[in-house]
């Protein structure tokens, strides 16, 4: 079983509403990523945590907030988003954080975001 | 100069016809190598892996040269299921533990019947 689950699916909000996105794995990865992905576009890295810790933020705005409550959960808080936020928000896990085979990324459906 | 870099299409090819996807990265300390494959509004999935001495998979070939940074994915017999748009990716390992996919902007291929 290789499955990310991602929810909500669809999320529509204002840009002072506060939400969050929500990612499952159940596979026993240590890794795992937030992804944003413009139409036509391909997936752009935002974050990523190894072994529950975060060890990449590519210099995302603050509005975004990350957070790894355990090696199977991972959520992003969303505040004060802007319409250019819109866009498809994957998160993906790998078995850990290293080269080779077992950083083999799987990505969750995703949840697409429209900020209002 | 892009990380990664792909032809972005589209490719239109008839149903069973052979097509070839190039690719080239720039960080020689790349990794790991991939190809994905996103339908239409749906996540990438792992197509396969591409190594060095080259790799199959049914109707898919995948070969990397690290001489020349160079990544390809070729498909024979081509089906109508087969479009898709065709994600090249590389996997940088940035220290600490961490790794980074590195996407290229995806080739986008359309099977006619």
């Known amino acids: 079983d290789t499955e990310v689950t991602q929810t909500p699916k669809h999320l529509v909000m204002g840009m002072t509403n506060k939400k969050s996105l929500k990612c499952e794995q159940h596979m026993g990865h240590r890794a795992m990523y937030w992804y944003k992905q413009k139409a036509k576009k391909p997936p752009e890295l935002m974050f990523v945590?190894?072994?529950?810790?975060?060890?990449i933020n590519e210099s995302v705005p603050s509005r975004f907030s990350p957070e790894c409550p355990n090696s199977s959960l991972l959520n992003l808080h969303l505040h004060a988003l802007q319409p250019e936020d819109s866009a498809l928000y994957l998160c993906?896990?790998?078995?850990?954080?290293?080269?080779?085979?077992?950083?083999?990324?799987?990505f969750g459906a995703g949840t697409r975001l429209s900020v209002l | 100069r892009k990380e990664v870099e792909q032809d972005p299409g589209p490719f239109n090819v008839p149903e069973g016809a052979t097509v070839a996807f190039n690719c080239t990265y720039s960080?020689?300390?790349?990794?790991?190598f991939f190809w994905y494959r996103q339908d239409c509004r749906k996540e990438p999935k792992l197509l396969m892996s591409?190594?060095?001495s080259g790799n199959e998979d049914g109707r898919f070939t995948a070969q990397l040269n690290r001489a020349s940074q160079y990544i390809s994915l070729l498909i024979r017999d081509s089906k109508l299921s087969d479009s898709a748009t065709y994600l090249c990716?590389?996997?940088?390992?940035?220290?600490?533990?961490?790794?980074?996919?590195?996407f290229g902007q995806g080739t986008r291929l359309t099977i006619n019947p």
């Open positions: 960080n020689s300390a790349s990794q790991s």
């Open positions: 591409v190594y060095s």
């Open positions: 993906a896990s790998s078995q850990e954080g290293q080269g080779g085979t077992k950083n083999i990324q799987y």
């Open positions: 945590y190894s072994y529950e810790k975060l060890s």
């Open positions: 990716v590389v996997n940088l390992f940035v220290g600490q533990g961490a790794q980074k996919l590195v």
